[in-house]
Nanobody
Framework: QLQLVESGGGLVQPGGSLRLSCAAS????????VVWFRQAPGKEREGVSC????????KYTDSVKGRFTISRDNAKNTVYLQMNSLKAEDTAVYYC??????????????????????WGQGTQVTVSS
C-alpha cells in the first residue's frame, strides 16, 4: 500500500517541542518534494514548510521561521518537522504531502493541494497549558 504516515503529534505546553515524522510506505520518497501543512478548526489548510527532493532547498511560512526545522533522511524514507518554542496558535492537525517535480530536485513551494501525489492522514498537535 502506497501511503504517507505521520507520527509524533501530541499535547505539549507552550514553549515546548515536538518532532513530527512523515514516513513513506510502499514507495521511495527520494524523487519527491515534501510539504507539511496544518489545519486548525475553522481555518483553511496552510503550508507550513517544504523541502525539495535533493534536501538543498527549504521554505517556511513566516509564522514558524526560526522555530521549525524541516529535514529529510532518504535512507529512512522519512521527512521530519522539528517544532520548537511552540505556541497556542500552532495547535492544528498537521499533514504531510509529497509531490514529484522531476526533473527539478530542488524546487520547493506550497503548491495547490490538488497537485500532490500522496497525503498522510494527519497528526494532532495541541499546544496548551
Amino acid at each position: 500500500q502506497l501511503q504517507l504516515v505521520e507520527s509524533g503529534g501530541g499535547l505539549v505546553q507552550p514553549g515546548g517541542s515536538l518532532r513530527l515524522s512523515c514516513a513513506a510506505s510502499g514507495f521511495s520518497l527520494d524523487p519527491y518534494a515534501v510539504v507539511w501543512f496544518r489545519q486548525a478548526p475553522g481555518k483553511e489548510r496552510e503550508g507550513v514548510s517544504c523541502i525539495g527532493s535533493s534536501d538543498g532547498n527549504t521554505k517556511y511560512t513566516d509564522s514558524v521561521k526560526g522555530r521549525f526545522t524541516i529535514s529529510r533522511d532518504n535512507a529512512k524514507n522519512t521527512v521530519y518537522l522539528q517544532m520548537n518554542s511552540l505556541k497556542a496558535e500552532d495547535t492544528a492537525v498537521y499533514y504531510c504531502a509529497a509531490v514529484s517535480k522531476l526533473p527539478s530536485r530542488s524546487i520547493c513551494v506550497f503548491w495547490a493541494t490538488a497537485e500532490y501525489h500522496y497525503w498522510g492522514q494527519g497528526t494532532q498537535v495541541t499546544v496548551s497549558s
